[in-house]
T-cell receptor, first 112, second 119 residues
Framework: LAKTTQPISMDSYEGQEVNITCSHNNIATNDYITWYQQFPSQGPRFIIQGYKTKVTNEVASLFIPADRKSSTLSLPRVSLSDTAVYYCLVGLLYSSASKIIFGSGTRLSIRP | GAVVSQHPSWVICKSGTSVKIECRSLDFQATTMFWYRQFPKQSLMLMATSNEGSKATYEQGVEKDKFLINHASLTLSTLTVTSAHPEDSSFYIC???????????????FGPGTRLTVL
């Protein structure tokens, strides 16, 4: 089981760059790393996914070091609407050997 | 693309009754769907994995006779909470894996969730 560890909470201010790091020491060779955002009373929303090095899309970047034992979600210039819980997931959905386990997530609070 | 819907978005029922929650993948075929439960201020807990045309696989501690899951088509899975009790009150969320040629098969797409309150 590829368990993940994230900071419980983080605070930042509007316009700042926020980096949230996730540890996954037991990641398997074929596992992907996926980040989700969840607002209260809503289902998680896909943010970004990667396997190694760096991935960037229109909302975030994902940095993965060579050993893949951790990953960092980078949110550029956050706004109040980025206040949410962010989850890091590691696993391979179509493999019964890799369970999908949500960690505690990181509660991000953005202040004006 | 990759939209998952749930119905109803919220439901209130009396203790002892059964409640059915539907999960649909609107623009892709989902060979695998997942059901989660989330209590206030807590993370999502995987309840079961549902594969189209076969029996669901339940996580340890989840009663399969209480939480009936049916995945009859590639776009629809249902969760029925039988003989609901107040302790079953929770936020139920489904997700679906894109089993088609488009999209990354390792990506889950989540529904908006269903708030169940049992009186």
């Amino acid at each position: 089981l590829a368990k993940t560890t994230q900071p419980i909470s983080m605070d930042s201010y509007e316009g700042q760059e926020v980096n949230i790091t996730c540890s996954h020491n037991n990641i398997a060779t074929n596992d992907y790393i996926t980040w989700y955002q969840q607002f209260p009373s809503q289902g998680p929303r896909f943010i970004i996914q990667g396997y190694k090095t760096k991935v960037t899309n229109e909302v975030a970047s994902l940095f993965i070091p060579a050993d893949r034992k951790s990953s960092t979600l980078s949110l550029p210039r956050v706004s109040l609407s980025d206040t949410a819980v962010y989850y890091c997931l590691v696993g391979l959905l179509y493999s019964s050997a890799s369970k999908i386990i949500f960690g505690s997530g990181t509660r991000l609070s953005i202040r004006p | 693309g990759a939209v998952v819907s749930q119905h109803p978005s919220w439901v209130i029922c009396k203790s002892g009754t059964s409640v059915k929650i539907e999960c649909r993948s609107l623009d892709f075929q989902a060979t695998t769907m997942f059901w989660y439960r989330q209590f206030p201020k807590q993370s999502l807990m995987l309840m079961a994995t549902s594969n189209e045309g076969s029996k669901a696989t339940y996580e340890q501690g989840v009663e399969k006779d209480k939480f009936l899951i049916n995945h009859a088509s590639l776009t629809l899975s249902t969760l029925t909470v039988t003989s609901a009790h107040p302790e079953d009150s929770s936020f139920y969320i489904c997700s679906a894996r894109d089993g088609g040629t488009g999209g990354n098969p390792d990506t889950q797409y989540f529904g908006p969730g269903t708030r169940l309150t049992v009186l």
